[in-house]
C-alpha cells in the first residue's frame, strides 16, 4: 500500500516529522506501507485541502493562514499574543485543539482528518534600515505579516503586507517591505538573513498553523496493522520534528545572526506589555465576531484554546 | 499487468508528441494528455477494476480542473500580459515607428542597411518591451513593409523581424527572465541585469549577419543612404521618449544610485506601460485604437495562458507519475563530463522547444532541471573555487538562466512551433508561416554563435552583474 | 495566427450563428484585454500610494491574483474562432478537401472532449470555494485581505463553456463540409497562402457569375 503526501518547497526543518512519519511507517510494516512524499509535484500549497478532498493525495501540510474560509476554526491558533512559550506548548495546545468537535466537523467539509501539527516557534521581525529601537519605530514601516500578526503590527501603525514565503526576499530587495516576520528557519532557507540587519529576540505576536492531514476515506480504509503503524509513529515523529528544530535549526541561528552581523533588539518586559494589551484583545474580539457569524463556537473555541494552554503551563 | 506510473508516464508523453504532430493545437494536446494520464495513473492504482473507472474519472477530472485557475492567477504571470500590452501601447503611440526611423537614418547605409537597421530599432525596443512575441508583431507591421519597398525577399525580411523579437527576452525587462528568477528562487535584479550584454551581443552577431549576407549574396536589399546629419538629428527627439520608459523601468528594477529600487519588476512593467499609455494619448490615441491594442493584447495572452495552464496539467500528470524525480536521477548517475552533460541539456531544449513554446517549455523542465545543473557545478552555495564550471552557485545559477532563455528564444523561431514566426505570418497577410521559417533560417547560425560563445566565455554573461 | 487564417462567411444558418457567437466571443475578449489595462492602473495606485503616501494598497497581490482569470481565460474562444492557438500544421498544411476536414473534425472533437472535461473539473473547483451557507458565498479566501475566491473561479467554467459551445458549430461546420465536401467551408479557420487566398477568392467570385 502507498499514500501519496503533497508537501510543498523543499526537505526542511518544517516538513521532517513527515519525513520521519514515512520512515517510521515502512520500518514498522516492513515495507508494506509506504508513504511517498512529494514536494510540490501533486499540487499547489494553497490547493493541498482541495486535493484531499477529491481524494487525489492521502495526506497533506497546510497552513491555516493560505485560506482562513477554508479552515476557520483553526485559526484561532494563528490569533496574536496567545503566550505559547515553546514548541512542546504550540504542539500539544495543537493537538488538543484539532480534537474539538467544531474543528473536526470543520475539516470534515474537506474529508479531512488532521494527524498532527508542524509546531512553529513564535515569529520575528527581520528587516533592514534604521533599527527599531522602541515599538514606536514600527509607525509607518511595511512589513510582511500575516494574519494575527499583521493585526497585531497594524496597532503599532506598521503596514502589513502578506505574500507567500517564496516572494518575501524579492520585495524586501525590492524595498517593497523593510522588514519580514518569519519563525527562524524560514529568515534562514528563504534567504533573509543575507539582506537583513537586525532582528527583534522577544517580540514573539504570535505564530502560523500548518496542520497535516489525512484524507478521511483512506485513513478509515486502512488496515488495523498499517493505520496502528501510522497514528502510533505520530508521537515519535513529533519528538524527532521538535529535537531538530531545537537542536538542528536553532543551533544554527545564533552563530547565523553573529556571522552576519545583525543586531538583536530586545525590548523590555513593560513595553511588551503594552503592546500585547493593546493588541490582543482586539483582534480576539473581531475574530469571535466574524466567526459566530460564520456558525462556528467561535467564543467557546477561544475560551478552549486559552485554558488548555493554560493547564498546559500550569502542568510545566 | 499494472503499468509502472514512470511507464505510463513515458507512455503518455509519447501520447503527447503523436498529438501535437497531428496539428492538435498544442495547448489542448498537452491538456488532454495530461488529463488522459491522470485517469490512467488514478485507474492503475487501483488495478484497473471496473467499478473504479467512475471514481478514477472524477478524481482525475477534478485534479486538472485545479490548474487553470490556480496556476494562472499568480502575480509573477501578470507580467506577460502587462508586457505585451506595452508593445501594442508602444505601436499606437508611434514609439516603434519613431525608433525604427532614427535607427533607419542613422545606420542603413551599411551593407544590408535597412534590415541592420530593424535588428537594432528592435534591440532599442527590447528595453521597453518584455515580450518576444509582442515585438515581432509590432515590428512586422513597421519594418517589413520598409524592407519590401526597396525589394527586400519577402521571406527575409519577415526573418529578420521574427529574429529581432527574440531581444526582447534578453535585454531587460523580459517577462521570461522574471517566471525563471522566480521558479528557481533567484535574485530577480541580477537576472535581469545579466541579460543585457548577452542580449546586445545577439543584436551584434545579427547585424554582422546581415551584412555578410548582403555582400556576398546578389540582388539583397541596397544600403539607404543619403540622409543629411540634419535629418540624422531630427529623427533622434521623437524616439526619445523611448529612454524616459527605459529609465523608468530600470529605476524599479535596479536602482544605480544605490538606495532601493523603486518596486518590484512586475510593477515596473506595468508603470512603464502607464508611461507608454499617456505617450499614446497624448500622441492621439483614441478608444478605437485603444480597443484594438486591448483586443491584441487580449489575444496574444490568452493563446500564451491557454498553454500554460495545458501544459501544466501535463506537468501535474507527471507530478503524479513522479517522472522529474526519476530523470534527476538520471542524469546526476550520468559518468560523462560536466561540461558536455550541459551542453546535451541545451541540445535537448532546442529539440524539445521544437514542439513548445518558451514559457511552457520552462515551465515543464526548470523543476527537474535546475536542480540537476546546480548538483553539476557543485551545489547551491558552491564557492567559485570548489565549483565545476568555475562560478559560484549564485552565478551559475544566472548563467544557466540566461542559457535557457536564449535556447527559449532560439525556440521561438524554428519550426515546427515557432511563436514569433506564426505572429509575424499573423500579421502579414501575404506571407505564409513557412515563408517566415525559410526567412528566419540564416539566424539558426547566428544563435549557434551566440550561444557557443556564451558558454565559452561565461563572463559575457556574469560581469555586468558581478559588478554589483 | 496559425499563418493567414480566415473565416469565410456565407447567409446559412451555420454561418449566422457563427457571427453571433463571435460577438459573444469579441464582447469577452474585450473584457480580458480590460482586465490587462486594470492590472497597469492598480500597479499605478499601488506604487503611488506606496512612494506618495507611504501607503500601498491593501491586498494588492490578492487584487491581481482575482484579475489574471479574466486575462487568461475570457478570449479562449474568441481566439479558437480565428485559429490564433498554436499548432504544427506541417501534417495538416498538406492535406486537402476531405482528408482535411476528417483531421480537422477528429483533433476539434479531441478538444471538446478536453474542454467538456475541464468544465466540469472546474466548476468542481469552484463549487468546492462556494457555500450559500457562508459569510459573502465563500468558503476559501484570499490570503492577505480574505477576499473571496469563487468569483475568479467561477470564470474558468464560464469561459470554457462558451468554447465548447465554439467546438461544436466547429465540429458542425467541419462535418458538414466533410459530406458536402466544399472546397470553401464557413465557420472555420482556413490555413493557406496568399496565393491560395487569392486564386480562391477569384474562383469564388467568378463562380458567382456563373
Ligand atoms: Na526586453
Ligand atoms: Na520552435
Redesign the pocket.
Known sequence: EEWNVSLWGKRRAFTEQVEKLAELVSDKTNGEFTLNISYGGLSNNRENLDGISIGAFEMAQFCAGYHRDKNPSITVLELPFLGVETLEQERALSMALYQHPAVKKDLARWNATILMPSPLPQYNFAGVGEPPETLDAFEGLAVRATGGIGAAMETLGAVPTSMSATEVRQALDSGVVKAVSFAPHAHMSFGIVEKAEWWTTNLNPGTVNCPVVANTDALEGLSDEHREALIGSIEEALNHYIDYYQNQTMAKWGPTLDERGIERITYPDETLAAFEEAAAAPAAQAWIEENSARGLPAQELYDFTLETLAELKSVN | MAMEPIDIGLAVTGGLLVLVVLGMRVAFAAGLAGMIGLIWIFWAKKGYAGEDFGWALTVAVKTAGQVPHSKVSSQALSLIPTFIMIGYLAYYAGLTRALFEAAKRWIAWVPGGLAVSTVFATAGF??V??ASVATSAVFARIAIPEMLKIGYDKKFAAGVVAAGGTL??L????AILVIYAIIVEQDVGKLLLAGFLPGMFSALVYALLIVGLALTIKGFGPPVGGFTWRERFVSLPPALPILFVVVTIIFFVYNPFGGDAWGTPTEGGAIGAFVVFLMALYRGMRWTELKDALLETAKLSVMIFTIIWGVLIYVRFLGFADLPGAFADWITGLSMSPMLILVCILLAYAVLGMFMDAIGMLLLTLPVVYPAVMALNGGEFVSAADSTFGMSGPMCAIWFGILVVKMAEFCLITPPIGLNCFVVAGVRDDLSVQDVFKGVTPFFIADGVTIALLVAFPAIVLWLPGQV | MSGSSLVLSDDSRLSRIDRSLYRLERVFALLSGLAVFSLMLLAVASVGGRNGFGQPLPGYVDWIEQIMPLVAFMGISFTQRDGGHIRMDILVGQLKGRWLYAAEFVTTAAILLLMVLLVWGTWAHFDRSFDFAAPMWSRDSSMDIALPIWPAKLLAPVAFSVICVRLCLQLWAYGRALITGTAHPVAVPLVMSAAEQAAMEAEHVSGRDV
Open positions: 527590447a528595453a518591451s518584455g526582447a527576452s535585454i531587460p525587462p523580459s
